[in-house]
């Protein structure tokens, strides 16, 4: 457990890059937060919750997290899984389901499961992310229309039926949208570091408010951040929240870990430690949820924008949180007159630049198998939900990674060079004695085509099988060997192994694959004695 707390070391170095810190978090703050009051509105616990969730999630993991460099706080993915819950179950459900997640995140971290990320491939962490992307956008439409939200679960559908009721929409809300586009892509190309979101969301709010505009707005906004609170639960309740708590603990273990990492890769220096950054994860949901936030993850966006503004040390993300309360206790009215189509502009930018297109691509121009996997689960993520996608992406990763391993399997027939002086017999043993090289994997997965080659052996008297080369071998596999085993010597034709690996022979012998050889003594260690004995039996 000490290794998992905040430690002398978080702040290495600090004397020098303090400064540089300040400065990254002022600018994370003001890239945060229009994207924090987005997220907020767009879960339906509204624009203060999704502020509080950015202050206090990501002071809390900025301090007890993994990474030096790391910024939490609300984020598109986990809005995708909010959004059904509150409309299940309302507002008041997000805060058990929060703390319920983070005390099962606090546990992993505990239980060392940090490095289990590893184990998820490329393609279905880039499809996860691709179908995350369509989903935020979708989620931005009737915003960005001007129209009422639709009642309904599924992203899609309600999308769609936004679209169907553009009609009673306003040009006003379009055009703030696509105002918020133009100034997200123009201003980069004048000065990169400029806080285009945030530039973008006060020029919506100017226009609108010169011009008049009736469009909806973020509203009031409380002056001070709310005072902590159990959430109102019984203890008999609690089983009917579990399965949301484990799909928000999943999803911000996953996405905390890979932003981390992505962050490990732009900068020179110290690594997270992947097990202390799932305790800080899971202490900022319990507490943004007391406060009256939401779930959190770590930001890939924010963090990307911490690092690439000179951040070094872990004071870069408190700073951020200090610049979002002075935004609560300073700004709040000048927050309230933003307009909600000016922040659906800012997350549907945010959402095409989500889509690592490079990425994308190689995969799609890499094995038919890695775009398949990208294409199962971003279909997944849209069309059902992120856990379950990830899930199907892995089994099916899974499957096809299995596929390929087996077609690595080769039986492959060698000529035996028998010792006999008379040409005649020597070339009757040759055609009474077989030998077969077993390369690569005999597992569950080629065990039934292993099975089927060997099956059509006929017309010897011994059959060697070579197994040195064989590197895999589970019990399907040697079931299925020692099956084949007992039908050749059922139609009297005598099977000798040579060389099995210690640890393969173990395998063996423990289903009982060598019980069915006709003597114990045909197990070999060297091919000359395998084939001495065979000439035996040949001759025989």
Known sequence: MTALLPQRSDYAGIASTWRADVVAGLTVGVVALPLALAFGITTGMGAAAGLTTAIVAGLVAGVLGGSNLQVSGPTGAMTVVLVPIVARDGVDAVAVVGVLAGILIVVAGIAHAGKLLAYIPWPVVEGFTLGIAVIIFLQQVPAALGVERPEGESTLLVALAALGDAAHGTVAAVGLVALVVAVMVGVPRLHRSAPASLLAVVAATLVASAAGLDVATIGALPSSLPTPGLPDIAVGDVDRYLSAAFAVAALASIESLLSAKVADGMVDGPRHDPDRELLGQGAANVASCLFGGMPATGAIARTAVNVRAGARTRLAAIVHSVVLIGVVLVGADLV???????????????????????????????????????????AATVLVDLIFAVEVGVAAAAVLALRSVARTTALTPELVEVEVDDEAERDLLRQHIVAYRIDGALFFGAAQRFLVDLAQVSDVRVVILRLPDLQVLDATGAQALGEIVADLERRGITVLLKGPRPEHERILRAVGALDALASEHHVFGDLPSAVAHAQQHAAA
Do not use: K, Q
């Not at 989500?354 to 294409?375: F, K, P, Q, Y």
């Open 336 to 378: 309230a007159e933003i307009p909600l189509a000016a922040l659906a502009g800012v997350l549907m930018v945010t959402a095409v630049r989500m889509v690592e297109v490079r990425n994308v691509r190689s995969i799609l121009h890499a094995t038919r198998s890695d775009a398949v996997v990208l294409g199962i689960t971003a």
